[in-house]
């Protein structure tokens, strides 16, 4: 299997910050990655897709960058509403993978 | 408007089974292939099954073959996971999830609420 790794873990910012994730995978996985984002108690949301593709409907102070095995995902400008785990996954194999998530914390 | 509805969780006892189903409408399920994920409480997501739109292919993790079977009605719009032998650790909330469509090696762009599975005893 593919195996993906996230950092940091947890990550504490202030509403206004540049943020960014990173996620590395096991093995180079072209530009299959996506990025979800899931509050409490909910189900996860899709935000980018293909490494940078922006979901419809996402704003646009989420990017992603990346390709082969090393991915990025940054918000330009943190929001009250964007504190939240974030996901990355893999969906080169069809036996996809998830990151162990990122929690982003209001500093 | 797509709609998720996953049913079937409750509470079994290890080494029982339970049959999860998701009820899908706003798109054209036959079309669609489809996944089930789960998380465990406090943890993250994890991978469990897929099934492609017209149910002839189906994929596990590979901690789980043989003990959970995916499979899929097109005629009633119905996802299903059937759970065997289920232990204290498949303890989770399972969404059913559709893949994108016209899209290679496409996301995940929808999820269910979820429905909680709880092994105990």
């Known amino acids: 299997d593919i195996q993906m790794t996230q950092s940091p873990s947890s990550l504490s910012a202030s509403v206004g910050d540049r943020v960014t994730i990173t996620c590395r995978a096991s093995?180079?996985?072209?530009?299959?990655l996506n990025w979800y984002q899931q509050k409490q108690g909910k189900a996860p949301k899709l935000l980018i897709y293909a490494a940078s593709s922006l979901q419809s409907g996402v704003p646009s102070r989420f990017s992603g960058s990346g390709s082969g095995t090393d991915f990025t995902l940054t918000i330009s400008s943190l929001q009250p509403e964007d504190f939240a785990t974030y996901y990355c996954?893999?969906?080169?194999?069809?036996?996809?993978?998830f990151g162990q998530g990122t929690k982003l914390e209001i500093k | 408007e797509v709609q998720l509805l996953e049913s079937g969780g409750g509470l079994v006892q290890p080494g029982g089974s339970l049959r999860l189903s998701c009820a899908a409408s706003?798109?054209?399920?036959?079309?669609?292939?489809m996944n089930w994920v789960r998380q465990a409480p406090g943890k993250g997501l994890e991978w469990v099954s897929a099934i492609s739109a017209g149910g002839g292919t189906t994929y596990y993790a590979d901690s789980l073959k043989g003990q959970f079977t995916i499979s899929r009605d097109n005629s009633k719009n119905t996802l299903y996971l059937q759970m065997n032998s289920l232990r204290a650790e498949d303890t989770a909330v399972y969404y059913c999830?559709?893949?994108?469509?016209?899209?290679?090696?496409?996301?995940?762009?929808?999820w269910g609420q979820g429905t909680l599975v709880t092994v105990s005893s």
């Open positions: 706003g798109f054209t399920f036959s079309s669609s292939a």
């Open positions: 093995q180079s996985i072209s530009s299959y």
């Open positions: 996954q893999q969906s080169y194999s069809t036996l996809y993978t």
């Open positions: 999830a559709k893949v994108s469509s016209g899209i290679y090696r496409p996301p995940i762009d929808y």
